[in-house]
């Protein structure tokens, strides 16, 4: 398979491995629900989410910065922001000053776009909304990092009707969304229903309605010789010949199989072709596949949606509310969990809540902002449209420079991260001022600071069969660890690392 290569390309493959795992602070809550916008760097928070949401997450949709060259973003072209400079510098190193745009948006893309495949459910799918300033880029890092097999289709959408001043006259009115799956086989789109004004019953066919089908499959005699004869009416005896350029479209036992049970149509004058009866009973599904090219609002539908809302113009370039809904209608069932790391406006969040008004769904949304307008927009957004939330800042990261746990983590935080690495389970604090949990009868204690020891153990209160039991060091034997059936992890070296 063909790989891309760009400058700094070897720093990043696996930088996603090295990104430190920080806590989400909540900052307030709109309304009761587990829905989530994140402010901060969305490669700190996609981390922060691996240890509850991985493979969890059944649709994700991002509308990444399309490196135009002219943008407003942290990466542009000839950047002075002072995060893109630390972070490549401490990245990419010295090669960081001979980047070019393309580099840096590469460089930029690349750890993201695999923290959030392995976020994404077996079941899963990304879109990611792109033109053509990076869309042959993208394709190639994506073949890389969700497979080349894993890929679905890539989305057409207009966005926008009027035409303007291009090179050699041609006006590109038109954006790209390319479509993967975390796993193809286990992967399929809903479907768009089926228009059925054309079935009817007028001869009170007790099958139902059906609309009239063509016999014929435009193969030649040449061609499919077994579908070239003669069909006789059995009700007037009248002999139809097949055209030799348009063969029947069934073999000659099926035909009289159709003939016998009333599905073939024959003209009442004799003149004309049979045609056969279409039964809608009979479909596989009354839905058809989702066409590649999206027929949907333009992008100047989008601003006045957001100028209704908020009374003014807010944000330059959103997309509309209808593109994402059918995307998240697509690709999600009622309970799916859909991820928007690029969140901007909020446009994700608002689709997901008006798909699951629509149908009674119970989806949930996760939105991450980098930007400053995460709180007074995005969020802002959200809750003017029903939506209810959790807000988040970007936490103290669990292991310090020397790759030891935090100091200035909390103890609650710290049992919160292990317990559900180790069980998959939500941390509650007890009484009890070590205890993370018990789960399927084993206990699991945190004493960050202590030597595992004959004291130690005088602490625990809790009954179970089997201890799980994190601590500095050891001083109890392979022998008294087994009598008791206690499994040591050493602090921090036996911590999970997402």
Known sequence: MPNLSWLGKDKVVTYHQKVAYHFLDKKFSIGNSDNAIIHGDNLIALKSLLP??????????????YNTGNENWIYNDNVSDARLQKWLGQVVGKEGEDLTRHDKWLCM?????????????????????????????????????????????????????????ALNNVSIDHEYILCYAKNINNFNLNGVEKNFEKYTNPDNDPRGDWVR????????????????????????????????NHVWRFEKNKMQELIATDKVIFPKDGKGRPAYKRHKSELRSELKPFSSIIDTQLNAAATRELREIFGKQVFDYPKTVD????????????????????AGSGTTAHAVINLNNADGGNRKFILIELNDYAENITAERVKRVGGEFNFY???????????????EVPFEKICEYIYFAETGKTFVPTDEKN????????????????????TTLAKIKTRAKVYVIYAEACNLSEDELMKYNIHFRQIPFDVRRY
């Open 109 to 165: 893309m690349y750890p993201r776009l695999r923290l959030l495949q392995k976020l994404l459910a077996d079941d899963g799918a990304i879109f990611i909304s792109i033109d053509d300033n990076e869309q042959a880029n993208l394709k190639l890092i994506c073949n890389e990092i969700f497979g080349t097999s894993n890929f679905v289709t890539q989305f057409n959408w207009r966005r926008r009707t009027g035409a303007n001043d």
């Open 393 to 407: 800042e970007i936490g103290a990261a669990l292991f310090d420079d020397d790759d030891f746990i935090n100091s």
């Open 435 to 454: 205890l993370m949990g018990v789960d399927d009868d084993t206990a699991y204690y945190y004493f960050g600071g202590e030597n595992l020891s004959w």
């Open 52 to 65: 509850r949401y991985e493979n969890k997450i059944k649709c994700i949709y991002i509308d990444p910065p």
């Open 323 to 342: 593109l994402i809904y059918q995307i998240i209608f697509q690709a999600t069932d009622k309970n799916s969990i859909v991820l928007d790391s690029f």
């Open 213 to 244: 089908g063509d016999l014929t499959c435009g193969k030649t005699a040449e061609q499919r010789p077994n579908l070239f004869y003669p069909i006789t009416d059995p009700k007037t005896g009248i002999t139809y010949q097949c055209n030799p």
